[in-house]
């Protein structure tokens, strides 16, 4: 997927990485006991050790780190069995402790990869350069009184990862695809919910470009703590316009973080960037380096669930589906689930049209999930099994489709109380046929005279007459025979 911006001087790429923050799907904190519920009353969450009291000591959440390391074996990256939690300090009115305790040198999980399912069915792989445990801050809020700012601590310690890409992506596309895919394995994972409108996940987005093919690195630019997908590829596409812009009129590129304006679609500078060096890092003296035995990391690599890209391979080899519709099921585990479900003891593509086309279309059209379809996977099953044995037509089932989406009522029982019942009774249909060939002698002289195409016309008008309800064979059979004649 290429992506130019055109400049007066030539074309010019644009180079991506992602630093994704997700919250670690855990009952307690980072370093205390306290919950980390979404929504609660501001300040009800903030244990002692989360306000940074004086004296207070971090235990470390073990359930955390297994996370941590579940998330690294389900990105297929490296487990490093001794990591360093560090002092990241810095000063802000909602950072009590005046430092961040983060991991810097020594990560718990190195390289990975994330494998983007392209449009045209192929694949690409973007490098996952680390990932690391550390604690989020509280929310300073702004907003709620003219002239003082509020404080809520209940996200100061809440446990997250920070999953850093390599610029391995090159367009706003492929950034959201990214982030989809991530957020997916982490779903499937159990480690972060994902739900971005909460905040369990936001991105610091890096962009720089460079003259088409020339392979350079230039200076970047981070914007900081995008909350959506959209948002993430309007920061791209607003970011790189700008810096081609700023090129071309001999300007220069300087480091630093900026904010992303939703309301106007641009990104502005916030402060010059800071080296890591600014932030002081040193290993944090009250706690002890996190020790991983071979064993324990095995146990959590035994306890992993079959992951999308495994699913998928699994659907284009034992079901004979495309890469392209294998990809868009298992897109995210609710519907690789409900399709699993609609497709056994059916034909897989059946299955799989009926899943991407008519649920899909459903469920987008009246702005619900698959998780709260009115149509469940049992139901979707049944439906397919009147077709498979001829009691409907596919033609009607789509009626019957509609209305089990509209009132949740089962297909049999649709089929029942209307009458919807395929007619295969011989008789009653050749006397359809008989009565559309009797009326129409001029596209009966038309389909003897050699047009042959004209058969679907006559199958339509017996169709009609029958309401939909004809087996659709049966007529081309009969309609074959009368019409030969
Ligand atoms: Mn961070």
Not at 127 to 155: C, T, V, W, Y
């Given at each position: 997927?290429?992506?130019?911006?055109?400049?007066e001087?030539?074309?010019?790429?644009?180079?991506?990485?992602?630093?994704?923050?997700?919250?670690?799907?855990?009952?307690?904190?980072?370093?205390?006991?306290?919950a980390?519920?979404?929504?609660?009353?501001?300040?009800?969450?903030?244990?002692?050790?989360d306000?940074a009291?004086?004296?207070?000591?971090?235990?470390?959440?073990?359930?955390?780190?297994?996370q941590?390391?579940?998330?690294?074996?389900?990105?297929?990256?490296?487990?490093?069995?001794?990591?360093?939690?560090?002092?990241?300090?810095?000063?802000?009115?909602?950072?009590?402790?005046?430092?961040?305790?983060?991991?810097?040198?020594?990560?718990?999980?190195?390289?990975?990869?994330?494998?983007?399912?392209?449009?045209?069915?192929?694949?690409?792989?973007?490098?996952?350069?680390?990932?690391?445990?550390?604690?989020?801050?509280?929310?300073?809020?702004?907003?709620?009184?003219?002239?003082?700012?509020?404080?809520?601590?209940?996200?100061?310690?809440v446990?997250?990862?920070?999953?850093?890409?390599?610029p391995?992506?090159?367009?706003?596309?492929?950034?959201?695809?990214?982030?989809?895919?991530?957020?997916?394995?982490?779903?499937?994972?159990?480690?972060?919910?994902?739900?971005?409108?909460?905040?369990?996940?936001?991105?610091?987005?890096?962009?720089?470009?460079?003259?088409?093919?020339?392979?350079?690195?230039?200076?970047?630019?981070?914007?900081?703590?995008?909350?959506?997908?959209?948002?993430?590829?309007?920061?791209?596409?607003?970011?790189?316009?700008?810096?081609?812009?700023?090129?071309?009129?001999?300007?220069?590129?300087?480091?630093?973080?900026?904010?992303?304006?939703?309301?106007?679609?641009?990104?502005?500078?916030?402060?010059?960037k800071?080296?890591?060096?600014?932030?002081?890092?040193?290993?944090?003296?009250?706690?002890?380096?996190?020790?991983?035995?071979?064993?324990?990391?095995e146990?959590?690599?035994?306890?992993?669930?079959?992951?999308?890209?495994?699913?998928?391979?699994?659907?284009?080899d034992?079901?004979?589906?495309?890469?392209?519709?294998?990809?868009?099921?298992?897109?995210?585990?609710?519907?690789?689930?409900?399709?699993?479900?609609?497709?056994?003891?059916?034909?897989?593509?059946i299955?799989?049209?009926?899943?991407?086309?008519?649920?899909?279309?459903?469920?987008?059209k009246?702005?619900?999930?698959?998780?709260?379809?009115?149509?469940?996977?049992?139901?979707?099953?049944?439906?397919?099994?009147?077709?498979?044995?001829?009691?409907?037509?596919?033609?009607?089932?789509?009626?019957?489709?509609?209305?089990?989406?509209?009132?949740?009522?089962?297909?049999?029982?649709?089929?029942?109380?209307?009458?919807?019942e395929q007619?295969t009774?011989?008789?009653?249909?050749?006397?359809?046929?008989?009565?559309?060939v009797?009326?129409?002698?001029?596209?009966?002289?038309?389909f003897?005279?050699?047009?042959?195409k004209?058969?679907?016309?006559?199958?339509?008008?017996?169709?009609?007459?029958?309401?939909?309800?004809?087996?659709?064979?049966?007529?081309?059979?009969?309609?074959?025979?009368?019409?030969?004649?």
């Amino acid at each position: 997927m290429s992506y130019l911006i055109e400049g007066e001087s030539g074309d010019w790429d644009v180079v991506i990485g992602l630093e994704v923050h997700a919250q670690i799907t855990s009952q307690a904190k980072l370093f205390s006991g306290s919950a980390t519920a979404f929504g609660a009353g501001p300040n009800t969450q903030v244990s002692l050790v989360d306000a940074a009291m004086p004296g207070m000591l971090p235990v470390i959440n073990e359930y955390c780190v297994e996370q941590a390391v579940k998330t690294g074996l389900g990105l297929k990256a490296q487990i490093n069995r001794h990591s360093v939690f560090e002092r990241k300090n810095y000063f802000y009115a909602d950072l009590p402790q005046g430092y961040q305790i983060s991991q810097f040198a020594e990560p718990i999980v190195g390289e990975g990869i994330v494998v983007l399912d392209m449009p045209d069915g192929t694949t690409r792989e973007i490098g996952i350069e680390r990932l690391h445990m550390e604690q989020d801050a509280g929310k300073s809020m702004h907003d709620q009184d003219p002239k003082r700012s509020f404080i809520d601590l209940n996200r100061s310690g809440v446990a997250l990862m920070e999953i850093v890409s390599k610029p391995d992506l090159r367009s706003p596309e492929e950034a959201g695809m990214y982030v989809r895919k991530l957020r997916s394995i982490l779903r499937y994972l159990g480690t972060c919910d994902g739900n971005m409108e909460e905040g369990s996940m936001r991105a610091d987005v890096n962009v720089s470009v460079r003259p088409a093919g020339s392979g350079e690195l230039r200076t970047r630019t981070e914007t900081k703590n995008v909350n959506s997908v959209r948002f993430i590829m309007q920061v791209i596409e607003h970011e790189s316009a700008r810096q081609v812009q700023a090129y071309e009129s001999d300007e220069e590129i300087v480091q630093e973080t900026r904010l992303f304006d939703a309301a106007r679609g641009e990104t502005r500078s916030m402060r010059s960037k800071e080296f890591a060096h600014d932030y002081r890092y040193f290993p944090d003296p009250d706690l002890l380096p996190v020790v991983l035995s071979e064993d324990e990391v095995e146990a959590i690599r035994a306890s992993l669930p079959e992951l999308p890209d495994d699913i998928k391979q699994r659907f284009i080899d034992t079901m004979g589906l495309t890469a392209y519709d294998a990809g868009v099921l298992v897109a995210d585990k609710e519907t690789a689930n409900y399709f699993e479900q609609v497709a056994k003891g059916h034909d897989a593509k059946i299955a799989a049209n009926w899943v991407t086309g008519n649920l899909f279309g459903a469920l987008n059209k009246a702005g619900r999930s698959i998780a709260d379809s009115p149509v469940t996977a049992d139901a979707l099953s049944e439906l397919l099994d009147l077709m498979a044995d001829d009691t409907i037509s596919g033609r009607i089932a789509k009626d019957v489709f509609e209305e089990m989406f509209e009132t949740g009522r089962g297909a049999k029982q649709i089929v029942e109380d209307k009458g919807l019942e395929q007619i295969t009774d011989t008789g009653a249909i050749e006397a359809a046929v008989d009565a559309v060939v009797t009326d129409n002698p001029d596209q009966v002289a038309d389909f003897r005279g050699g047009n042959e195409k004209a058969i679907g016309w006559f199958v339509g008008q017996v169709m009609k007459a029958t309401e939909g309800k004809a087996n659709p064979k049966l007529v081309n059979e009969l309609l074959r025979k009368k019409l030969a004649k």
